[in-house]
Structures are given as C-alpha cells and as structure tokens.
C-alpha cells in the first residue's frame, strides 16, 4: 500500500503550473513610433502593435500618468495629431489566465468609457472589462482580467467629443496559462514512474487476495 500511495502521489500533480505574475512594463523601449513592439520575458513573448491597419505606436512617459510609467498609445500618424488615435493590441505566444493593464492620460477630455476585450486563438471574444476615466482625472487606472485561455486583448478607449483611444497603456501584471498545460519531460518520466508503482502495487495485492 505504500507504493501504492507513492505511484499516485507520482502520477498526481505533473501538469506544469502556471507561471508566476510578471510584469511587461516598457521601461526598456526607447521613445518613439514603431509599427510594433517584442517585450520579452524569458519564453513569454508580448507583441504590441495598433489595432487599426496602417496605424503607429508611440512610446512616451511625458503624457502618461505615474500609475502607468511609459506607456503606449495608438496613433493613425505620424507625428501624433488629435484625434487620430487608434486601439492598441497585446498579444501574446502563450495562453493567458490573468493580465492587469494600467491606463490613463495626465487629464483632458472623458476618456470613457475604457474597453479591454480578451480573445483566444481562434478569435473568439472571452469577455471584457469596462470602466470609466473622467474628465481631468491625471492619477491613471488599473483594469485586471481573469479569463483562461486568451492570447491578446484589444484596448480601446471612447470620448465624447470624437477624440477616442487618446490614452496610454501598460501591462502590469500578467500570469501565463498552466493548468491544463502539456507536462514537460520531467514530468512524464515521474508520471510513468508513478504509473509503474501503480500496477506493480496492483499485480502484487491481486496475488495475495487469489492465494
């Protein structure tokens, strides 16, 4: 019985975890405009680029409130004009289960109502989150999302005088995907191992309940 305890303590909890929060903040890219922009953390990879075809990314921390750091927007020109913005995408080459992004502006006109939508692989809308940020807020906003599965999100933001997506953006935290993940080779060697003290257990008490 106690191989048999061991083999099911092998065979149990060999799935890979999920990964522990990160942040992808954009302390390390330079000011400017970019088409798009790689934020690497070890095999996680973030891709940010503008939701709308042809559209720049600019990377700047003047304009962003504290909360946020450096931050992107998504701008239809180059250089930057009101409104001219465009949503922002962040997507990733790992599934997600928890992101928390911060935004806002230094103040201005009501940026409400702020859009983050979670997509998976296959395009389908997970869900979203939505708040407001009002007129002349500096302070900037935090939005977390828990939706398994998603691999980019789509930032918006709305105005009511036409000047939409005119805010910044940043991620603060994110946690990778990792409960139904693919067992690595470490651990399929103790699932098989655990697999073999099971039946070996198994073969031996069916002999002593037969003798």
Do not use: C
């Amino acid at each position: 019985m106690k191989n048999l305890a061991l083999g099911l303590a092998l065979v149990g909890g060999v799935t890979t975890p999920a990964v522990a929060a990160t942040p992808f903040d954009l302390e390390g890219v330079a000011e400017g405009y970019y088409t798009s922009i790689v934020v690497n953390d070890g095999a996680l990879s973030l891709t940010i680029s503008s939701a709308a075809r042809g559209a720049f990314l600019y990377v700047d921390d003047a304009f962003s409130p504290a909360l946020v750091g450096r931050g992107v927007i998504g701008t239809l020109t180059n250089p930057l004009q009101g409104f001219q913005f465009s949503p922002v995408k962040f997507a990733f080459n790992q599934t997600i289960d928890s992101i928390t992004f911060n935004f806002g502006d230094t103040g201005g006109d009501d940026d409400s109502p702020v859009l983050i939508q979670a997509y998976n692989a296959a395009d389908v809308l997970l869900g979203s989150f939505s708040t407001t940020y009002e007129k002349d807020f500096a302070a900037g906003k935090s939005g977390t999302l828990n939706f398994a599965g998603a691999t980019y999100f789509i930032a918006s933001s709305g105005s009511a005088i036409g000047n939409d997506h005119s805010i910044f953006w940043d991620i603060g935290s994110v946690t990778v995907g990792g409960a139904g993940g693919v067992p690595e080779p470490a651990a399929w060697a103790m699932m098989l191992a655990g697999f073999g003290l099971v039946g070996g257990a198994m073969r031996r008490r069916g002999t002593m309940v037969t003798a």
